[in-house]
């Protein structure tokens, strides 16, 4: 069948570079955002949170920066790996739903 | 890894028949959600459960059907499948579904369903 992955934006790093994975959101009710990764075949799997009343918070490898301003959101992989080839997806809660709103994804190619 | 469960994994079957998709979680987490994948669209939401026997619409939710009979199994049944439905089916759980106490939704591996 046809993968998820066509039709995507794709950024092409090399092994050990740092990669930025980008996002724009569209409600300013939003209150809550999430970072996805999904390899071939497999369900979405978490990375990262962050809630709005935070710019910036750092996991392991990755660090999501939230633009409230003007509505951005950033995924930065540090040294990124061939292990990080997948599609990323940032989704969004507005305040008091339960609810997410995805984004459709950025693929993330690593060559080494 | 959430404990969650997808069954079947994979179906094929024809157009008018009904189909029934089933998700196991092990997690006793309060919401359960079904979206589908298709390329160009990401995921939608079709409905999603935020208790046992409380069930709500999402954004595509025109022809399936859900149930939750207790906390642990959400299932989603196409009455009569059309081809438009063949797609990627994820189903994904979370603790909390908003407010203040956001939590993350983790996801199953996925339905691959084919509707001839």
């Known amino acids: 069948g046809e993968s998820v992955g066509l039709h995507l934006p794709t950024l092409s790093v090399q092994e050990g570079d740092n990669s930025i994975i980008n996002c724009a959101y569209s409600?300013?009710?939003?209150?809550?955002f999430i970072w996805y990764k999904q390899e071939s075949g497999k369900g979405p799997q978490f990375i990262i949170d962050?809630?709005?009343?935070?710019d910036k918070r750092q996991g392991q490898r990755v660090t999501v920066l939230l633009n409230k301003t003007v509505k951005h959101l950033s995924l930065q992989i540090a040294a990124t790996q061939p292990g990080d080839s997948a599609v990323y997806f940032c989704?969004?809660?507005?305040?008091?739903?339960?609810?997410?709103?995805f984004g459709k994804g950025t693929m993330l190619l690593v060559s080494p | 890894d959430a404990g969650i469960t997808q069954s079947p994994r994979h179906k094929v079957t024809e157009t008018g028949t009904p189909v029934t998709l089933r998700c196991h979680q092990t997690e006793n987490h309060r919401y359960m959600y079904w979206y589908r994948q298709d390329p160009g669209h990401g995921l939608r939401l079709i409905h999603y459960s935020y208790g046992v026997k409380d069930t709500d619409k999402g954004e595509v939710s025109d022809g399936y059907s859900v149930s939750r009979s207790k906390t642990e199994d959400f299932l989603l049944t196409l009455e009569s499948a059309t081809s438009s439905q063949t797609s990627v089916y994820f189903c994904?759980?979370?603790?909390?579904?908003?407010?203040?106490?956001?939590?993350?939704?983790?996801f199953g591996d996925g339905t691959r369903l084919s509707i001839l």
């Open positions: 994904a759980i979370s603790e909390s579904g908003g407010g203040i106490s956001n939590q993350p939704q983790h």
């Open positions: 989704a969004e809660n507005i305040g008091g739903y339960s609810t997410l709103t």
């Open positions: 962050i809630r709005s009343n935070m």
């Open positions: 409600n300013s009710a939003s209150d809550y």
